[in-house]
Structure formats: structure tokens, C-alpha cells
């Protein structure tokens, strides 16, 4: 069919957006999203929104939400084209979030926006996101996948999700008002997915390159920068609700973007203090590589990194070492690293001997 004047009429394709694409990345979707339904998953995907029934058990519930992507980490999975984990780290910054409240992550939406719909990257994706939501033991039950030509370029990935989860009002944890806890942290065996504005400035120099990632990832180790800095995040799910079931635990912190001291003072009240003790766990080698090659001081590395711990759980002190034996049974090192003291709700960084 042609216009009036004989030209040829224009399509959505010709304006960057690929319907055809975008229906078989959805077709090959769906089984990966329903391996991870729970009972309570009332609906299938493709409607226009997702029924979950509220789990058995609760005598008054209530929802707890939370929303995340993966920053700027895509960069790095689109320069090396391994999109299979990246998924793993939205799951991660959602699922962990909630679980700090004491809440038990029951749904996941995923946004994949892209400038060029690829369906083998899109699937690839959901691989991730699939194998995240059964690790924090949430259904992913739908998402949007938008094609964004001009916005984003071909190649170019923005991935963020968002987690419900549920949890008993009366069992909710909120800020630590007072009294004394010791803090056991959680590890994390790299980046996670914060920083990596600062990771991509000072080892690629902003943009990343495949043969600097294919390097080693510092001098002597046995893997290259591109698996350093692809490795995906690790949830801390079980391991949370099982501190908080079996050990009592009075709150936790997830160490995301603005480090330890950030993080760990969102859990506090205005009558306790956090103090934090350097020293008092092993600080993975990439940490140490991005300070020496920036140089970046170590009061920025401290404000940016986790630095060797995802999670942060204040637990009686009576129940330190069952606490490090639960993290341990859920497959986590751990460590105690700090304390909580009568304070004004600020939480510090100190040496051993302060």
C-alpha cells in the first residue's frame, strides 16, 4: 500500500521499535518466569497484571516493597555479551532490601529496557532474573520488556525490578531504639552492583574494553577482570529470615550503595550507635586492587564499596556464634564485626584498638 503521492508508508520498524522482536523475546520468556511460581501465583503471564494470593499462615499482613536495577553493571555484561547473571543482581538489591524488615520476598516485576530488542539477550536476562527470584524464593509474575530507539542505543540494556514480600505485623523489624546487639556480617565476595561508576573510572578507564577485561584481574590472579566484575551478587534471603527466626535477631542492614556506615545507620534509632570494627573480616582483593590503581583514599572506598560485606544482622550477643553457625548453614561466611551501644543513631568505622 503507498501513500498518495506514491511513497511508501512508514512502519514502527522503521522508527526503531521491532514488534515482532519484542513477541518472540516474550514467547521465549514465559517458561522461565513460571519455574519460579509459588502456590500462591493465582495468574499466568501475559495479562496485564499479576495475582498472588497472600501465603497462609499470617494473622495480619502486611506488604513490604522495594525497587532497584543494576546500575551501570550492563556495561560491562554488553562489552563481554554475557547478559546471564546480570538478572541475579536486580533480584539481589530488591529481595535483600525487603528481607532487612523481616519480610519474606513473594513477587518480582522486572523493566528490561532496551534500544534494540535482541530476543537471545532478553531471554538471557530472564535466565538471571529467574534463577535470582528461586534463590530469595519469589515468583517472578511479570515485568515489561520496551524497545526505546534513540533513548538508548543498539547494544545498550537498562534492567531494574521491583519485589513485594510479606510479613507479619507484629514480627516487623524497625529502626534498633536501644539497648545492645552484636553485629554479625554477611560476606560478599565482590562489587555486588554498586560503585561501578568508580570501578569503570579506575580500572577501564570509564568505558568498558574487552581486551582489558579479558586481562587478569589484577596482578596473579587466576581470573580476569571481566569474571571479577560480572560476578553476581549473592542474596542473602534465607540466611536473614533465618537469623531473625532462630537466633532473635533485632534488625539488619543491607550494604548497597553508600557503603557500611550508610547502610548500617539506616537500621539504627536516635538512642543507638553502630561501631563497626576494621579488621574484623577479610576485604576481597578487588577492593584493594581499585584503591591502589585510582588511587582512591580510603575514606572514599569506605563511602562507595560494601568492602566484603552484603548484610549486616544485630543480634543479642548471646547469640553470636549460633548467629555464625545459621549464616554458615545457609551457605555464607560470617563474622562478628561490630557492636550496637546506647548512642545518638549514628553508626562509625573504627580500628580494633579504638
Known sequence: MRTDDGSEPLTYEQAGVN????????????????????????????????????PDGYSEPVLVSANDGAGTKP?????????????????????????????????????????????????????GLAAGCRSAGCALVGGELAEHPDAL???????AGFAVGVAERSQLRGPITSGEATLVGLASDGLRCNGYSLARRVLLDGVPDQDVLSAPAWPGADHSLGDEMLRPSVIYTAAVLALFDECGALGAAHITGGG???????????????????????????????????????????RVFNLGIGMVVAVPPSQATAAIDAAHQAGHEAWVIGEIRPGTGSAHLVRPDS
Open 260 to 302: 557500611l556506615v550508610a547502610n548500617v545507620a539506616r537500621m539504627l534509632g536516635p538512642a543507638a550507635d553502630a561501631v563497626l570494627q576494621r579488621g574484623t573480616w577479610p576485604v576481597p582483593e578487588i577492593f584493594g586492587h581499585i584503591a591502589r590503581t585510582g588511587p582512591v583514599a580510603p575514606a572514599e572506598m569506605e
Open 75 to 127: 556495561l560491562i555484561a554488553a562489552a563481554l555479551g554475557r547478559w546471564d547473571t546480570i538478572g541475579i543482581d536486580v533480584v539481589a538489591m530488591c529481595a535483600d532490601d525487603i528481607v532487612t524488615l523481616g519480610a519474606q520476598p513473594l513477587l518480582f516485576h522486572d523493566q528490561i529496557t532496551a534500544g534494540r530488542i535482541e530476543p537471545d539477550v532478553t531471554e538471557a536476562i530472564v535466565v
Open 19 to 54: 514488534i515482532a522482536a519484542g513477541d518472540e523475546a516474550v514467547r521465549r520468556l514465559a517458561s522461565h518466569a513460571r519455574s519460579t511460581f509459588r502456590p500462591e501465583v493465582l495468574s499466568d503471564i501475559g495479562a496485564f497484571g499479576a495475582v498472588t494470593a497472600v
Open 153 to 159: 542505543a543498539d547494544g545498550d540494556y537498562d534492567i
